[in-house]
């Protein structure tokens, strides 16, 4: 295969799989994939935890409730240290942010030509060649975005519940300048507000494409690793170097799913304390 043929071959291969399984839905374009795997996951999570809850036991835990003890001790105690208010709502909510995104991020660990050979072997190579599926739904930014959206809309909530509506907006015309006399409120108003803007919508895009970035550029490097050792006689250093690459890519797995709750709890505890 010349140097240009095997050019054109990997990126024929990584935009197949950089393609999501989309279609129109009002108007707008929705990615099925992302939306089936993140709510399979998210499911997996719910029944997996619930289940666990309903065969607790107060003697000694087997080795499935001990591991759920583990996590929720862990993710309360995180909570507690940042959160010092009523965390009857935060703890539960970080819990469920750190294994959903921990869940999605790991079907990055799935191997890449999965999901088109289980298609092939049902449905045959053409309707595999054609059919598109992306399985990480944190490396589609729409995923990312849509958390950090949330997590936004619970920032401002939390904060007029704690201030009140007009401690809030007084909030936003008087901080983080303040002055002397009404004069030099009113002059600091426009600033103020831009800042506190600025302050507000930058929390959400950071946490997103954090996310993204780093959940996408992993992904992007296992098709670069299956797409450069797809030959047979490389296929032995292509899987060492994989897996190398996936037991770091764990790391950043578990490190990535730790600071988007971190971040969430950080920034309610924030919105939460006055000024």
């Known amino acids: 295969m010349s140097a240009e043929s095997s050019q054109g ?61 583990m996590v929720v001790e ?11 208010g009523d965390r009857r709502f935060i703890a539960p909510l970080a819990l469920t942010i750190f294994m959903w995104v921990l869940f999605m991020n790991a079907m990055d660990l799935l191997p890449l030509d999965l999901a088109g ?48 509506f007009g401690g809030w907006t007084m909030e936003l015309l008087t901080a983080p300048f303040h002055a002397e006399g009404t004069l030099g409120k009113i002059a600091l108003v426009i600033p103020n507000i831009v800042l506190n803007l600025v302050e507000y919508l930058s929390k959400p895009v950071s946490l997103a494409m954090r996310l993204f970035g780093n959940m996408y550029g992993g992904e992007l490097v296992f098709m670069l690793i299956a797409g450069l050792f797809i030959s047979w006689i490389t296929f032995v250093p292509g899987v060492l170097f994989g897996a190398f690459w996936g037991i770091f890519h764990i790391l950043i797995i578990l490190l990535q799913a730790f600071i988007f709750m971190m971040l969430t709890v950080v920034y309610i505890s924030m919105a939460h304390d006055h000024h």
């Open 117 to 164: 050979w289980l298609v092939e072997v049902f449905a045959g190579k053409e309707v595999a060649h054609h059919t598109y599926l992306r399985v990480v739904p944190t490396a589609d930014v729409n995923t990312t975005f849509a958390m950090s959206l949330g997590v936004f809309i619970l920032t401002i909530f939390y904060s007029i519940k704690a201030k009140g």
């Open 9 to 69: 071959g990997l990126t024929e291969y990584i935009e197949h799989h950089l393609t999501h399984n989309s279609g129109t839905v009002f108007g707008g374009n929705f990615h099925w994939d992302t939306w089936l795997v993140s709510l399979g996951v998210g499911l997996i999570f719910c029944l997996w935890f619930g289940i666990m809850a309903r065969r607790a036991t107060a003697g000694v835990p087997g080795k499935g409730q001990a591991f759920v003890e």
């Open 74 to 84: 862990f993710v309360d105690g995180q909570v507690k240290d940042v959160f010092h």
